[in-house]
């Protein structure tokens, strides 16, 4: 049974600051990362996919893979009160995906 | 790419009645899409997978001639809610892949459901 853990926060970081977003998963053979930003009250809103070891960047955000170790986790630069929401780590599995419980990320201005 | 349509945002109705939600893959086709639901600050709940031109695959615990699905064209999924109960109250999303399963999802905007 694949697992995906975050840690559910709550996160808070000052406005401007770099929020770091952490997920580790269980199964070594899984091929595909994401991270879906979810508002409250909203769908689940897909932000970065990576798909092989080391960093990838796009605008503010920048998802980092660690296979090795299995974690893969979100930075968020420059942090915006915008961005307060919970984040959601995914990885692909029977159901279709196994997501985290996600980790609630409050920017305070 | 990839956007998928989900309709009505919200609706109310009483108990007893049916609801009819549509979903739709609007710049791809999806042969399985994905029924979630989500109650108040907790974790998405897959209720079944939707498969064109068969029957949809249920999860454990979801009653399937309560939550009817029909996925008719290779764009178009629906879940009707059948006799409708306040429990029923919740968010529903549907969700699909434009590719294969290494591939994400990609959610709709969600329906918010009342029972009265």
């Known amino acids: 049974q694949k697992e995906v853990e975050q840690n559910s926060g709550p996160l808070s970081v000052p406005e401007g600051a770099i929020a770091s977003l952490n997920c580790t998963y269980s199964?070594?053979?899984?091929?595909?990362f994401f991270w879906y930003r979810q508002y409250s009250g909203k769908s689940p809103e897909l932000i970065m996919f990576?798909?092989?070891?080391g960093d990838k960047e796009d605008g503010r955000f920048t998802a980092q893979l660690n296979k090795a170790s299995q974690y893969v986790s979100l930075l968020i630069r420059d942090s915006q009160p915008s961005d307060s929401a919970t984040y959601l780590c995914a990885v692909p599995g029977n159901t279709p995906l196994v997501f985290g419980k996600g980790t609630r990320l409050s920017v305070i201005a | 790419g990839a956007v998928v349509s989900q309709h009505p945002s919200w609706v109310i109705c009483k108990s007893g009645t049916s609801v009819k939600i549509e979903c739709r893959s609007l710049?791809?086709?999806?042969?399985?899409m994905f029924w979630y639901r989500q109650f108040p600050k907790q974790s998405l709940m897959l209720m079944a997978t939707?498969?064109?031109?068969?029957?949809?695959?249920?999860e454990q615990g979801v009653e399937k001639d309560k939550f009817l699905i029909n996925h008719a064209s290779l764009t178009l999924s629906t879940l009707t809610v059948t006799s409708a109960h306040p429990e029923d109250s919740s968010f529903y999303i549907c969700s699909a892949r434009n590719g294969g399963p290494n591939s994400p999802l990609h959610f709709g905007n969600g329906t918010r459901l009342t029972v009265t």
């Open positions: 990576i798909y092989s070891n």
């Open positions: 939707s498969n064109e031109g068969s029957k949809a695959t249920y």
């Open positions: 199964d070594r053979g899984s091929q595909s």
């Open positions: 710049d791809f086709q999806a042969t399985t």
